[in-house]
């Protein structure tokens, strides 16, 4: 697999060498701390060309209102196990919050789904850092475009590398103007089939591109997850 740590500009309509562009990290207004509107975020993502997995924290609920926008999407949920978060990919129903890791693993498994273990050395964040549990995870996310210090994707990308999982990227998007600029470039394969992403991520034409998201947004999103809660406190 190439990787490109480098600034990246968007991709050229008329660029033909590679035919999907992912994101595996994104959140919409259905996340605690995200103001994304998915109507925005599909109109968005159609116009750059690039598919987003929604990983919105422990709900599914906005998959129901993408699908009737016809928006190309992995179906996701970012899991707050009891040690910590992991994404499940192609999920068709809700791991409930605190299930045990391993327990979560084997949830996704039963839905066909893909294990996605994000931000893992993150100390900041609930990143899940214990090898042993790391070793069950089909995909390391070895660049969050929100974490803090690099050398965290760096501990990511060499216990990835070290371990034989396949690698990652995640734009952790909470607001619309943060998506877009992470993606990973992959051969065209059929997006309903699981195996055929784990396929066209191992392929040599894979191609990670990659910008750190501005340190600004950490704190604007604790903003909007108190703001939500205030506001929505004073609800009858």
């Given at each position: ?22 994101d ?66 192609y ?18 498994k039963e839905?066909?789904?893909?294990s ?23 995909i ?10 690099q050398k ?7 216990f ?35 195996k055929?992403?784990v ?19 950490r ?16 609800t009858?």
């Amino acid at each position: 697999m190439k990787i490109d740590f480098r600034l990246s500009s968007l991709p050229k309509k008329s660029d033909k060498s590679v035919n999907l562009k992912i994101d595996f990290h994104c959140h919409t207004n259905h996340s605690p701390d995200s103001i994304i509107v998915p109507r925005e975020l599909a109109a968005k993502a159609k116009k750059l060309g690039i598919i987003p997995a929604i990983t919105d924290h422990n709900s599914i609920a906005v998959h129901k209102e993408l699908r009737k926008l016809k928006m190309q999407f992995i179906p996701s949920e970012e899991i707050r196990t009891n040690k910590g978060d992991l994404i499940g990919l192609y999920l068709n129903e809700i791991i409930p919050k605190y299930t045990p890791f391993l327990e979560a693993i084997d949830s996704i498994k039963e839905q066909g789904g893909i294990s996605y273990l994000p931000h893992m050395y993150d100390k900041t964040r609930h990143g899940v850092g214990i090898t042993e549990l790391a070793k069950k995870v089909d995909i390391i996310e070895i660049f969050n475009a929100r974490c803090p210090f690099q050398k965290y994707n760096d501990m990511a990308m060499e216990f990835a590398n070290k371990n034989k999982k396949i690698f990652g990227v995640g734009g952790d998007n909470h607001f619309l103007f943060e998506f877009g600029n992470n993606w990973v470039d992959v051969p065209n394969f059929d997006l309903n089939n699981p195996k055929e992403l784990v396929k066209a991520l191992k392929s040599k034409q894979a191609k990670m591109h990659t910008r750190k998201a501005p340190i600004f947004v950490r704190g604007s999103t604790l903003v909007v997850k108190f703001a939500k809660k205030f506001f929505q406190g004073l609800t009858p």
